[in-house]
T-cell receptor, first 111, second 113 residues
Framework: NAGVTQTPKFQVLKTGQSMTLQCAQDMNHEYMSWYRQDPGMGLRLIHYSVGAGITDQGEVPNGYNVSRSTTEDFPLRLLSAAPSQTSVYFC??????????FGQGTRLTVV | SQQGEEDPQALSIQEGENATMNCSYKTSINNLQWYRQNSGRGLVHLILIRSNEREKHSGRLRVTLDTSKKSSSLLITASRAADTASYFCATDLGMRGAQKLVFGQGTRLTINP
């Protein structure tokens, strides 16, 4: 099992560009989520999904879109990148009432 | 605002000493989880304690949960240099159809040799 796989690991974008961060899990978890972590801070929830076809907003959803067409994949789209979106992004998956498994993170810089 | 608040924000102790970190939260939970994050790395799950449990052990880790005070503590005994990391509590609200896991801002633990 690969667990949770995030790609890319590093990305530099210019302001206004769009991109998609990929996240895939092979544990058949129903719940997947995206977080961002700013320097010296905890994780803030961007969007989450409780199953294929179901998504909802977290604490900081503005500027991001998600979709969940399959159980395995949960991509995060940045619509028009801004410097304020410079951060480290983590994808996680879990089952009901269990611990979360995290990807290794994507370090995004918007210039 | 974030559900969990860790205290202290930073803790520096000597190797061999015990380290205690506290977490307070605001709403009813299904379970509370503790994670460790080494600098620049992803989060690693340490221990999960359910709302009907009061204490749980795993190796050198001891977690307590007081649902009446909406608080939890993580104790690391006989600390080692390798325990240097940030520690986060996360609350699983367990609401039907939600299953949100909400993190606090973390405690940065430094173990001095």
């Amino acid at each position: 099992n690969a667990g949770v796989t995030q790609t890319p690991k590093f990305q530099v974008l210019k302001t206004g560009q769009s991109m998609t961060l990929q996240c895939a899990q092979d544990m058949n978890h129903e719940y997947m989520s995206w977080y961002r972590q700013d320097p010296g801070m905890g994780l803030r929830l961007i969007h989450y999904s409780v199953g294929a076809g179901i998504t909802d907003q977290g604490e900081v959803p503005n500027g991001y879109n998600v979709s969940r067409s399959t159980t395995e994949d949960f991509p995060l789209r940045l619509l028009s990148a801004a410097p304020s979106q410079t951060s480290v992004y983590f994808c996680a998956s879990k089952s009901t009432g269990t611990e979360a498994f995290f990807g290794q993170g994507t370090r995004l810089t918007v210039v | 605002s974030q559900q969990g608040e860790e205290d202290p924000q930073a803790l520096s102790i000597q190797e061999g000493e015990n380290a205690t970190m506290n977490c307070s939260y605001k709403t009813s939970i299904n379970n509370l989880q503790w994670y460790r994050q080494n600098s620049g790395r992803g989060l690693v799950h340490l221990i999960l304690i359910r709302s009907n449990e009061r204490e749980k052990h795993s190796g050198r880790l001891r977690v307590t949960l007081d649902t009446s005070k909406k608080s939890s503590s993580l104790l690391i005994t006989a600390s080692r240099a390798a325990d240097t990391a940030s520690y986060f509590c996360a609350t699983d609200l367990g609401m039907r159809g939600a299953q949100k896991l909400v993190f606090g801002q973390g405690t940065r633990l430094t173990i001095n040799p």
